[in-house]
């Protein structure tokens, strides 16, 4: 039977994968959508489209912050799975945890 632990690694690796990658497209699309208003208002557009566009802007903003919470809190859950679980680090997923913490440091606030 193979160890309990080893499959606690690979789900929790693949949630802040999907963690992170879920808020980069939410800023992606905030920008996205910032640079669509830009555009839409130097043209002159009706201002009803535009306040459209800002609705959307709104909850997509809004959307963020719960998202950076589920993210700091996989990280925080797979960094700990990491530092106590040393003597498995010969593991392939213990390896690919280890990665994957170190990738998504940087999207991670205080």
């Known amino acids: 039977m193979a160890d309990p632990r080893i ?13 992170c990658k879920e808020k980069i497209s939410y800023e992606k699309e905030a ?5 669509k ?9 009706d201002v009803y489209y535009i306040k459209k566009q800002d609705q ?11 998202c950076q ?6 990280y925080h859950d797979l960094k700990a799975l990491v530092d106590t679980e ?3 680090e010969e ?5 690919a945890a280890k990665v994957t913490v170190e990738e998504s440091a940087g999207h991670i606030t205080a």
């Open 7 to 19: 499959k606690q690694f690979r789900i929790k690796t693949g949630v802040l994968k999907r963690t």
């Open 31 to 35: 920008e996205q959508i910032q640079e």
């Open 37 to 45: 208003i830009a555009k839409m208002q130097e043209e002159g557009q």
């Open 56 to 66: 959307l802007l709104q909850e997509t903003l809004t959307v963020i912050p719960d």
């Open 69 to 74: 919470k589920r993210l700091n809190a996989a």
């Open 86 to 88: 040393t003597e498995l």
């Open 91 to 95: 593991a392939e997923e213990y390896q």
